[in-house]
């Protein structure tokens, strides 16, 4: 890995140290770059403990822009959970702002904690989130362990039983502002140099690119309708003044 | 704009997803915007004689009059993206410009930066990012100060890496993220003092976890104050504006120091001038 990339960069370096981190695996989360691709990761999480998902191990990708760590990762979950859809592009942002508010100082690790942390929380109609009830929820968790992903394997065999580091007082408090939704396939192209694009693309790509058109075209239609619904009352009113006008000289 | 719309789930049909798509709209808007700007205006500019501005402004008495005025105080300009780092862009690279010529400004110095990362995570910030941007940020200081007061030769060589090294997104954004942790952690310790500073009902670290860490966000003088006294280094901007008079006004920073950086500022942007 390290002769494909120029590890004088520093977004390739900064990858290489936290592939080292986050190298062994915990009890509540593990994540590694694909072999021939640093910039996309996979990941596995266990469900937060007194929830819903507390049965449930969860896999996905990890996408990471090339202009990571200023710009944040993009996180796509695999295993069916009840709470994300999966195979949709999800990203953080701090609750009640735009995701530019990401830090650089955060990192995948912190991604991966605060993802866990906003599992349990209510989805409320926000773009890529699911509201399924707690029985769904639990009976995907208890289903969760048997999921194989085509790469990693079967997940509920790569989480260890060590103990996680703890987050910091201060982590904590960053974690619990931390919200995610899902993005609009179309306003996240990456830009330029293709060499930091997934190299092979897996099957998810396809489910990905299909979400969200419907609802901007409808947006679309309505503004269109009432647009001519404007006009067609302006030609209404100006015939019936041409008529008042044309009456009024016949007098 | 997101603070304003209501977060009752009731209503989370149609008049959400419209929302949210005006939202991306104009994300992405911002994004093509933004993607166009660095498609054409490098990270940190050439020298330019200050007459480039007097064309800018051909057609406008006001800005004219202040050209004019900063002409006689100032002969070069170099400019900056316009891109919200503008101004941890412009002070840093004119202050390790002015450090390859100031042995003792640079040792000085180098004691500050040296400490900087134990007070940041002294303050809680995570230690395993905060060490991967100052290890990045103290690469690009000791490169200059191995050559700092040597021949010509070698002060052409190094000004010349120093360009290229801020023209390099990575190096260039890597040490605009360790300005802003370094901006964030002055804030923090003195967080009384800059408490005042603050408008609205923010603390200071929800302010500098809005508006100073993340990369993008623009510079007041709170930024600008926080950072000169952390590093303890003057900073001199002249403010060009629609204000009143024919004078370029300038401000010091802290106040009372002696200026080794000068910016010039314009309404959301700095740039870096030279006498």
Redesign the interface.
Known sequence: MAEKYNTK???V??LM?EAI?LAEATEEYCARPLEDNLFEWHFTVRGPRGTDFEDGIYHGRILLPK?Y??HPPHIILLTPNGRFEVNKKICLS?S???P????????I??ALLALIAFMPT?A??T?GSLDYSPAERKTLAKRSSNWVCPQCGQISELLSSTAAKPP????QS?LNQIAFKG??E??QKP?GEPIFEPQNIPFTQQVLESSDTT??FL?QLTEILVALLIGAIGIFIYRRWNALASADSEL | M??DAP?S?TF??NS???S??Q??LI??QQ?EIE?EISETIPLVGDLESLQTLEKEYNEDPVYMLKVKDLSAKYKYIRRTRPDGNCFFRAFSYAYLEHLVTDKQEYEKFYEIAKNSKEILVAL???Q???E??YE?FMEVVQRVGEHAGGTLDELGAIRQELHDKFNK???S??IV?YLR?ITSGQLQTEHDFYQNFIEGSRTVTEFC??EV?????ESDHIHIIALSNALKVGVRVRYMDRGEGSQVMAHDFPEGAKPLVHLLYRPGHYDILYA
């Open positions: 960069c520093p977004g370096k900064r140290r981190e202009e760590p200023m701090i009640g702002h735009h530019e508010t990401w830090q650089p100082s955060w990192s690790r912190t209510p409320e109609g773009i910091t007082e201060e982590e960053v993005e609009e179309q306003a830009l609802t901007s947006d | 997101a603070d977060s789930s989370a049909g959400v997803d419209s949210i798509n939202d991306e994300m992405k994004r993607q809680g910030f995570p395993f990012t905060v991967d941007f990045t997104q990575g190096y954004d890597y993220v942790l976890r809005q860490e993340p990369m993008y966000k």
